[in-house]
Each structure stands twice: as C-alpha cells, then as structure tokens.
C-alpha cells in the first residue's frame, strides 16, 4: 500500500456501520475527586508528559475512547472529568453541534475571565445557538472575503521583512531564530490585512507581538509547563495550574492593542455597526480574532511547518523548488491560479497541518444522550458530559493513515486527496466550509494560502536550509543554521 493512500476503506460511514459494533461501557477511572485530577494534572504536565498521557491508557484500557481528567483540573475548573477520543472515527462528532454545545470550552474545562476580552464572551466562545455567534461570524468571514484580493501582496510584502531578517542573522550571528522573526511578521501581516496600515504607525510601533504574546500567555498558562529545571514542579504548578492569574498583568497592554484596533479598523467596525453589532464589542472580538485565533495560530502554524520541511532534507527541497519555480515562471507570478497548480506544496502544507495541528485540544459538551463510535466499539455518553479530542492522534491514526507518524510530503497527491476529510486542524473537516452554524475556523482557507505562499516565496528565494528544532510552551521551535540562496542556471 502507498504512503499516500489509507488503510479504512474510503467510503467508509460511521453511522451506517454503527449497528455492527459492540456496545462497550466507556472504560477508565477519573479518580476520587480533587485527587484523581491533581494526580492526572502530575502525570499529564510533569511525570509522563502530554502524549505518552494519552498513550498509557489507550494502551492500558485497549480503547481509544476511556476518561480521564484535563487540566488545569481543582481549583480552576469545577469539573475537569472528560471523555477522551484518540481516534479518527469517533473524533468528529465534536463538530456536530447539533448534538455538542460549544458554550465557553474554546480553552477546555476551564474559562478565562472575560476581563481579558473588555467583558464580552467573544465569538470563540459562544455557541452557534447563541444569537450573537451568527452575528459575529458573518462579520467575521465578510471582512476576510472583502480583503480577499490583499492577501498574497501583503503577506509577500511581510515575508520580504521576514526573509531579510533571516539572512541578517544568520550571516552575522551564524544561526537565525524563526519563531521570534515569524512572530514579528505573522502580526505585522495581520494588522495590515485588518487595518491597512503596518502597526509601526500606530502607538504598537515594533512592540505589537510581544503585547499579543504575554496576553495569550496569561490566558494559556493554566494549559502548558514552562519547563524550567530550576523550578520545582510543585511550585510551578502551583503558580500556573492551581488559580488564574491575573488580566491584570496585561490590562495596560490589551488597552494598547484594542485603542489601535479601535483607531484603524474603523471600515470592519462601521460594518459590524450596520449589523446591529455594538461598536466596543465589535473591536473586542476584532482584537481577539487578530489576537488569539489568527496571531496564535500562526505563531504555532508556520514553525511546525518550516521544522517539518526543514527536516525532510534537500530532495524534497529541490522538489518543491521545481515546482514552485517551474509554474510561477509560467503562470507569470504568484498568483491563486498558480498556487492552485502547485500539487506537491499543497500536499506539503496539508501534511504539516496533519501531523502537527496548531490548536491540538478540542472540547464539547453533549446536549443529550448519545452513541458515540470509534473504529471498534460502541461507547454511550449521557447528557452534559464533557467530550475532548486530542487531535494529534486521531490525525495520526493508523487504521486511516500509513506510517502515520512519519512527515510523508506526496501523502495529499493524486488519489490521496480523499484523505483531507480526516484533518480536522480547522476545527472541522478540511473537506468541509465554515459557516454561521458551526465552529470552523472562518479563516480556514486563508491559513492554507498563507502556508503555500510562505513555501512559495521561500523557494523561489533559496535552493535547501539547514535547521535545528524543539519544543516551546505551545509548539516547536525552529533556528535556522544555514540558507542556500537559489542558484542560477
């Protein structure tokens, strides 16, 4: 069987094939209460680390649906006892909110106080059932459909500044850090798509993605361990896991980010008036789209997707190279008409988003009782209980994909589109649209754009690069150590 093709039949229907699995009780045990989670909350962040958490009990309980506990668990969420589902069938029922209510669980069990939102539960964390959801969205995709002609020439004009940089460092320091660099540009890019002028014009000046970043920081921290050796796990925990810190910390900073939303986005606010939509909680959740959902986003995306080419070396380097340049030359430019020729970048691009989704954690709860299926049995959940999807192993699921741990660049090729429908980075299927109704992600098809472009435009520049990476709080961590400018022939 090909890398690019899958081991469950294509056609295959959950629903249809339901009636021939076991029903089996949902196996695992959170615990007494306060113990179970604080001792799940251990192995989790410190004694078994994130996926081999995941990893001991799916083996233990020989199921990839079992419960366990999420953190940040006491005193922070009132109930962190959830269903966990690992695989690739049994996962999308978190998109069918007909049957799962989305009400406050973009960050899990747990909700930030809405002090860092100027009060509002934002759009992330309504539920389409809410009046505001649909309101907020249309808002959302209009302004994204009406700036659809500035998306290549102002994320090639950032990249520009990004690529410069690069080189900069690397040549005078010998090693380049991306992910400071691609933070810097990923902010510069969504400010100047939102609000037509780069955020040096504004109050942010250099600063805007370093005020973004302690403001995610803040609401994150009770989800990630810093890492530090010279700090006991127990103080950490403590410290990040066991009470909210504070908007506090980054009350003056959000004032910064919302007053230059607020002054420079005045066409999306006058629009979301026109709707019925309070100006204040228009640029409130304009703040946070740009903020949590695109800046966060992108500050995980385009690392994990620099780590996982970069390590695949230079035949795959040349490859794209051929192609990137061979269909630029003849399509005239960068252009939507020759990226959508480039079958081997997006290949690339979907398989990056694959075997490293930017937001792994997806949570619902369930409106009534129900039969969920994984690709085994048969498990009964009731009313109110909380489901969550850690997305990385059910993207990586070996009765859908082979080697499905390995980066496979041509995965997405020929045949090997059909699999799309089961990488669900967005929120949804990638073979699926974002709507009012649901929760994927209204930016979905200009993620993947970016991606291709930030590939496009990087080989059209250099022939191979040499990396080093690792981990950060939230994702990988690339430092480029050599570039090879393209040879001309």
Same mark, same amino acid.
């Given at each position: 069987?090909?890398?690019?093709?899958?081991?469950?039949?294509?056609?295959?229907?959950?629903?249809?094939?339901?009636?021939?699995?076991?029903?089996?009780? #949902?196996?695992?045990? &959170?615990?007494?209460?306060?113990?179970?989670?604080?001792?799940?909350?251990?192995?989790?962040?410190?004694?078994?680390?994130?996926?081999?958490?995941?990893?001991?009990? =799916?083996?233990?309980?020989?199921?990839?649906?079992?419960?366990?506990?999420?953190?940040?668990?006491? *005193?922070? !969420?009132?109930?962190?006892?959830?269903?966990?589902?690992?695989?690739?069938?049994? %996962?999308?029922?978190?998109?069918?909110?007909?049957?799962?209510?989305?009400?406050?669980?973009?960050?899990?069990?747990?909700?930030?106080?809405?002090?860092? +939102?100027?009060?509002?539960?934002? &759009?992330?964390?309504?539920?389409?059932?809410?009046?505001?959801?649909?309101?907020?969205? @249309?808002?959302?995709?209009?302004?994204?459909?009406? @700036?659809?002609?500035?998306? #290549?020439?102002?994320? @090639?004009? &950032?990249?520009?500044?990004?690529?410069?940089?690069?080189?900069?460092?690397?040549?005078?320091?010998?090693?380049?850090?991306?992910?400071?660099?691609?933070?810097? =540009?990923?902010?510069?890019?969504?400010?100047?798509?939102?609000?037509?002028?780069?955020?040096?014009? *504004?109050?942010?000046?250099?600063?805007?993605?370093?005020?973004? *970043?302690?403001?995610?920081?803040?609401?994150?921290?009770?989800?990630?361990?810093?890492?530090?050796?010279?700090?006991?796990?127990?103080?950490?925990?403590?410290?990040?896991?066991?009470?909210?810190?504070?908007?506090? %910390?980054?009350?003056?900073?959000?004032?910064?980010?919302?007053?230059?939303?607020?002054?420079?986005?005045?066409? #999306?606010?006058?629009?979301?008036?026109?709707?019925? #939509?309070?100006?204040?909680?228009? &640029?409130?959740?304009?703040?946070?789209? !740009?903020?949590?959902?695109?800046?966060?986003?992108?500050?995980?995306? %385009?690392?994990?997707?620099?780590?996982?080419?970069?390590?695949?070396?230079?035949?795959?380097?040349?490859?794209?190279?051929?192609?990137? @340049?061979?269909?630029?030359?003849?399509?005239?430019?960068?252009?939507?008409?020759?990226?959508?020729?480039?079958?081997? +970048?997006?290949?690339?691009v979907y398989e990056a988003l694959r075997i490293e989704p930017p937001v792994p954690f997806q949570y619902g709860k369930v409106k009534e009782d129900m039969v969920i299926h994984s690709h085994d049995a048969a498990f009964e959940i009731k009313k109110g209980e909380m489901i969550f999807g850690y997305q990385p192993f059910a993207t990586k699921d070996p009765k859908v994909f082979d080697n499905p741990e390995e980066f496979v660049a041509h995965r997405f090729m020929g045949d090997g589109e059909k699999l799309l429908e089961y990488v669900y980075w967005s929120n949804g299927r990638e073979s699926d649209d974002p709507t009012v109704e649901n929760k994927q992600c209204p930016a979905k098809?200009?993620?993947?754009?970016?991606?291709?472009?930030?590939?496009?435009?990087? %080989?059209?520049?250099?022939?191979?690069?040499?990396?080093?990476?690792? +981990?950060?709080?939230?994702?990988?961590?690339? *430092?480029?150590?050599?570039?090879?400018?393209?040879?001309?022939?």
């Open positions: 069987m090909s890398s690019s093709s899958s081991s469950l039949p294509l056609n295959f229907d959950n629903s249809s094939s339901s009636s021939k699995l076991p029903l089996r009780s #949902i196996p695992g045990d &959170c615990g007494l209460p306060f113990f179970g989670p604080i001792k799940d909350r251990f192995d989790y962040f410190y004694n078994e680390g994130r996926d081999q958490f995941f990893r001991t009990r =799916m083996q233990k309980y020989q199921s990839t649906v079992f419960r366990a506990n999420m953190p940040p668990g006491p *005193t922070m !969420a009132s109930n962190p006892n959830v269903v966990v589902l690992l695989d690739a069938i049994s %996962f999308p029922i978190l998109f069918d909110t007909s049957r799962i209510e989305k009400r406050n669980v973009l960050d899990g069990t747990y909700m930030p106080s809405t002090a860092f +939102t100027g009060g509002y539960r934002v &759009c992330a964390y309504l539920d389409p059932s809410e009046p505001n959801h649909a309101l907020l969205k @249309r808002l959302f995709m209009s302004s994204l459909a009406a @700036r659809h002609h500035n998306f #290549i020439p102002v994320f @090639r004009s &950032c990249l520009t500044e990004l690529f410069t940089t690069l080189e900069d460092d690397v040549s005078s320091k010998g090693k380049a850090d991306f992910n400071g660099i691609s933070d810097n =540009m990923s902010f510069n890019f969504v400010f100047k798509l939102f609000c037509d002028k780069h955020p040096s014009e *504004t109050q942010l000046g250099s600063n805007g993605s370093n005020l973004v *970043t302690k403001w995610l920081f803040l609401q994150l921290a009770p989800l990630i361990t810093l890492g530090l050796s010279m700090l006991p796990n127990v103080v950490e925990d403590l410290l990040l896991h066991t009470f909210p810190l504070p908007s506090l %910390f980054v009350k003056s900073d959000y004032k910064k980010l919302y007053h230059a939303f607020y002054a420079s986005a005045s066409s #999306i606010l006058d629009e979301a008036e026109s709707m019925g #939509i309070k100006r204040d909680e228009a &640029c409130h959740n304009l703040v946070f789209l !740009a903020g949590f959902n695109a800046y966060g986003g992108m500050k995980t995306l %385009f690392p994990a997707l620099i780590k996982w080419v970069g390590l695949a070396g230079q035949k795959l380097h040349g490859q794209l190279a051929d192609e990137i @340049r061979s269909i630029v030359k003849a399509e005239g430019g960068v252009t939507f008409a020759a990226l959508d020729k480039m079958a081997l +970048t997006k290949s690339v098809d200009l993620v993947v754009l970016l991606s291709r472009v930030m590939l496009v435009e990087f %080989f059209l520049r250099y022939d191979t690069f040499d990396i080093e990476s690792g +981990t950060l709080l939230l994702g990988s961590s690339v *430092t480029f150590k050599s570039l090879t400018k393209q040879t001309y022939i």
